[in-house]
């Protein structure tokens, strides 16, 4: 059971780049959703997921797009890399909207 | 406004002693609930406890206790018998009900945190 997982670990991209950060679980979950965490900001919520097929925009969705075709998998996709998106991007998922969510390791993005 | 508030950017504690966490928190949501999230310098985040809106008693788990103050709107996070390993950063984070796509979802917010360090 590896829990969470997010790839790559590590990204540096230039301005206008575009990628897809990966998240996949294999405990079932319904609910997932990807934060980002800045310095002296906490983790803000981008994009969530009540299910394959049903996805909607958090606090600060501007500039990434998300899909939900399989229970398992919820990548994010960043469409044109702009520096303010440098940040590290946590997946988290949970059983239900008011169990506790779990989080994979995240990933370390850098935009130049 | 902010709905999470961990006013305390940082925080010592000597081993073996206890320390409290502040958060306060503010919703419109009856069915809330509030999560302890540890980060160590090695960035994942654990979950540490949950306190429901309607639990009468206050949350446990193990050396963790979360002091519920429904009225003043706050939930701090206890840690007795402070150990070296608890150095880290701590979230508070509230959960609220949002609808998606006719299911209900519980969006978490996160507090700035805190910097938890423990000296010897």
């Known amino acids: 059971n590896a829990g969470v997982t997010q790839t790559p670990k590590f990204q540096v991209l230039k301005t206008g780049q575009s990628m897809t950060l990966q998240c996949a679980q294999d405990?079932?979950?319904?609910?997932m959703s990807w934060y980002r965490q800045d310095p002296g900001m906490g983790l803000r919520l981008i994009h969530y997921s009540v299910g394959a097929g049903i996805t909607d925009q958090g606090e600060v969705p501007n500039g990434y797009n998300v899909s939900r075709s399989t229970t398992e998998d919820f990548p994010l996709r960043l469409l044109s890399a702009a520096p303010s998106q440098t940040s590290v991007y946590f997946c988290a998922s949970s059983v239900s909207g008011d169990t506790e969510q779990f989080f994979g390791p995240g990933t370390r993005l850098t935009v130049l | 406004a902010q709905k999470i508030t961990q006013t305390q950017p940082g925080m010592f504690v000597q081993e073996k002693e206890a320390v409290t966490l502040d958060c306060t928190y503010d919703t419109s949501d009856p069915s809330y609930g509030l999560f302890w999230y540890k980060q160590p310098s090695s960035g994942e985040m654990i979950f540490l406890i949950y306190?429901?809106?309607?639990?009468?008693q206050n949350a446990t788990e193990g050396r963790y206790s979360l002091n519920f103050q429904k009225a003043r709107k706050s939930a701090n996070l206890v840690i007795s018998a402070s150990q070296l390993g608890d150095s880290a950063m701590y979230f508070c984070a509230m959960r609220e009900r949002q609808l998606a796509g006719g299911t209900s979802y519980g969006k978490l917010t996160f507090g700035q945190g805190t910097i938890l360090t423990v000296h010897p």
């Open positions: 405990m079932n979950h319904e609910y």
């Open positions: 306190q429901g809106s309607y639990d009468q």
